[in-house]
């Protein structure tokens, strides 16, 4: 900091009375959280801190950084926060690698280690083209989503898979992918285009109580037979991170076979739409909204505590043109969806009890929406990945009406063709506020 003689002394006296409220001049108390946002063209991770007052976003002296060190090509398209906020997880579709960042008390981003999505055990990549991630609430697991099994590419297409990361305790260090006892493969079959992937901690399981463990969503966009058709895809975990498929039967009105029944994809799902894009749940665990790119609605269902997910008789619900992000607001009272075509967001409101939607309005935000997010600690300023556009715009979301305000001075520059944006909660400031 640097100080000139002029009003020296009543500079001093502003800085005692800063003091005595508690605050310094060099305080972070004003800084809310932190927002990275990945961007494919240049494989880097812009990183903002957000103003607590405003909601505006300014760039870290150090942004933006390398997606993944020495992989100039490796095109990131998700990430992921430790629910600490210690640490940060890109996936590099291009080189199927994902990347562990840890977060530093500044908001700074400092890469530690590189692990292939999946390898057998000499470290040959055995599975490519990694999609999403999430990790479950306890943070001891990664969850990967990818496109292709061993033996699978673009010419030759077929199903995907999950893999599952340990996550090491004090470092975020990610252990060797777990093994699948059914096949002794490095990941759990799902099917040909897996695209998101959602961790719900629900524990009223099918069986026995099953503390630790819960649900793990995968949405589909499958094209069986050269028909397009959403799958939801239902596994239940345990504390030690295993996957269970949920045990249904084909004649479920709502249950589709798909590519199901073969080696590759054992696993039956859930019809989701036509062409689903994203999934998000509410708080209570109760409520799923997958948003469906080809119809531009989004889809909603009740979890019942089988485990089975039962689309809702009011949905779907209109959305604007080609909706790509989703994701619910931490009071569990409002769905956002990052609708790309029609460069804006929808805003819908939750009957707390039913799960059904209402409104429908929202706001306009710069090209092209990917991903759509809420910055934890407050939970009242919203941010999407604008990547035609280059940007991330900010809106300030009503608490009482979940109406969008534009922040002001909203475009932000990122780095170029954002895919996807993830924020955090500064460490100053807990996240429980919006309870």
């Given at each position: 900091m640097?100080?000139?003689?002029?009003g020296?002394?009543?500079?001093?006296?502003?800085?005692?009375?800063?003091?005595?409220?508690?605050?310094?001049?060099c305080?972070?108390?004003?800084?809310?959280?932190?927002?990275?946002?990945?961007?494919?063209?240049?494989?880097?991770?812009?990183?903002?801190?957000?103003?607590?007052?405003?909601?505006?976003?300014?760039?870290?002296?150090?942004?933006?950084?390398?997606?993944?060190?020495?992989?100039?090509?490796?095109?990131?398209?998700?990430?992921?926060?430790?629910?600490?906020?210690?640490?940060?997880?890109?996936?590099?579709?291009?080189?199927?690698?994902?990347?562990?960042?840890?977060?530093?008390?500044?908001?700074?981003?400092?890469?530690?280690?590189?692990?292939?999505?999946?390898?057998?055990?000499g470290g040959?990549?055995?599975g490519?083209?990694?999609?999403?991630?999430?990790?479950?609430p306890?943070?001891r697991?990664?969850?990967?989503?990818?496109?292709?099994q061993?033996?699978?590419?673009?010419?030759?297409?077929?199903?995907?898979?999950?893999?599952?990361?340990?996550?090491?305790?004090?470092?975020?260090?990610?252990?060797a992918a777990?093994?699948?006892p059914?096949?002794?493969a490095?990941?759990?079959?799902?099917g040909?285009?897996p695209?998101?992937?959602?961790?719900?901690?629900?524990?009223?399981?099918?069986?026995?109580?099953?503390?630790g463990?819960?649900?793990m969503?995968?949405?589909?966009q499958?094209?069986?037979?050269?028909?397009?058709?959403?799958?939801?895809?239902?596994?239940?975990?345990?504390?030690?991170g295993?996957?269970?498929?949920?045990?249904?039967?084909?004649?479920?009105?709502?249950?589709?076979?798909?590519?199901?029944?073969?080696?590759?994809?054992?696993?039956?799902?859930?019809?989701?739409?036509?062409?689903?894009?994203?999934i998000?749940?509410?708080?209570?665990g109760?409520?799923?909204?997958?948003?469906?790119?080809a119809?531009?609605?989004?889809?909603?269902?009740?979890?019942?505590?089988?485990?089975?997910?039962?689309?809702l008789?009011?949905?779907?619900?209109?959305?604007?043109?080609?909706?790509?992000g989703?994701?619910?607001?931490?009071?569990?009272?409002?769905?956002?969806?990052?609708?790309?075509g029609?460069?804006?967001?929808?805003?819908f409101?939750?009957?707390?009890?039913?799960?059904?939607?209402?409104g429908?309005?929202?706001?306009?935000?710069?090209?092209?929406?990917?991903?759509?997010?809420?910055?934890?600690g407050?939970?009242?300023?919203?941010?999407?990945?604008?990547?035609?556009?280059?940007?991330?715009?900010?809106?300030?979301?009503?608490?009482?009406?979940?109406?969008?305000?534009?922040?002001?001075?909203?475009q932000?520059?990122a780095?170029?063709l954002?895919?996807?944006?993830?924020?955090?909660?500064?460490?100053?400031?807990?996240t429980q506020?919006?309870?």
């Amino acid at each position: 900091m640097k100080w000139n003689r002029t009003g020296r002394g009543l500079k001093a006296l502003a800085v005692s009375l800063a003091v005595g409220l508690g605050m310094t001049a060099c305080s972070r108390d004003y800084t809310l959280g932190y927002l990275y946002v990945t961007a494919a063209r240049t494989a880097l991770i812009s990183a903002y801190s957000i103003d607590f007052q405003s909601g505006a976003l300014q760039q870290l002296s150090d942004s933006p950084v390398p997606s993944s060190s020495g992989q100039t090509n490796a095109n990131p398209v998700a990430l992921v926060s430790s629910p600490n906020g210690l640490y940060l997880y890109v996936v590099n579709h291009d080189v199927s690698s994902i990347a562990q960042f840890d977060i530093g008390t500044d908001g700074k981003l400092y890469q530690q280690t590189t692990t292939n999505v999946v390898s057998n055990a000499g470290g040959s990549i055995v599975g490519s083209f990694p999609t999403s991630a999430a990790i479950d609430p306890s943070g001891r697991f990664l969850f990967v989503t990818f496109t292709f099994q061993n033996g699978f590419t673009t010419a030759r297409p077929g199903p995907g898979g999950v893999a599952i990361f340990p996550i090491t305790a004090g470092t975020g260090a990610l252990g060797a992918a777990l093994v699948n006892p059914a096949t002794q493969a490095p990941y759990f079959p799902v099917g040909f285009n897996p695209v998101g992937v959602f961790v719900n901690p629900q524990v009223n399981l099918p069986t026995a109580p099953n503390p630790g463990g819960g649900f793990m969503y995968v949405v589909d966009q499958d094209r069986t037979g050269g028909v397009a058709q959403g799958i939801l895809y239902v596994f239940t975990y345990t504390a030690a991170g295993a996957l269970t498929a949920l045990p249904v039967t084909i004649t479920t009105p709502n249950v589709v076979a798909s590519d199901a029944g073969t080696t590759a994809n054992p696993v039956l799902g859930f019809k989701a739409g036509t062409t689903p894009g994203a999934i998000a749940v509410d708080p209570t665990g109760r409520f799923l909204y997958i948003s469906d790119e080809a119809t531009n609605q989004l889809g909603a269902f009740l979890q019942t505590s089988s485990g089975v997910p039962t689309p809702l008789i009011s949905g779907p619900f209109t959305t604007g043109l080609f909706p790509i992000g989703v994701t619910v607001d931490p009071r569990g009272e409002y769905v956002y969806v990052a609708n790309f075509g029609s460069s804006t967001v929808s805003q819908f409101t939750i009957d707390v009890q039913t799960g059904s939607l209402s409104g429908g309005g929202g706001a306009g935000v710069a090209t092209g929406p990917t991903c759509v997010t809420i910055e934890p600690g407050l939970g009242k300023y919203l941010f999407t990945s604008n990547n035609l556009d280059s940007s991330v715009s900010a809106e300030q979301l009503d608490p009482h009406s979940g109406a969008l305000t534009q922040v002001q001075g909203t475009q932000f520059a990122a780095a170029a063709l954002p895919t996807c944006a993830v924020a955090i909660a500064n460490g100053a400031h807990a996240t429980q506020i919006v309870n």
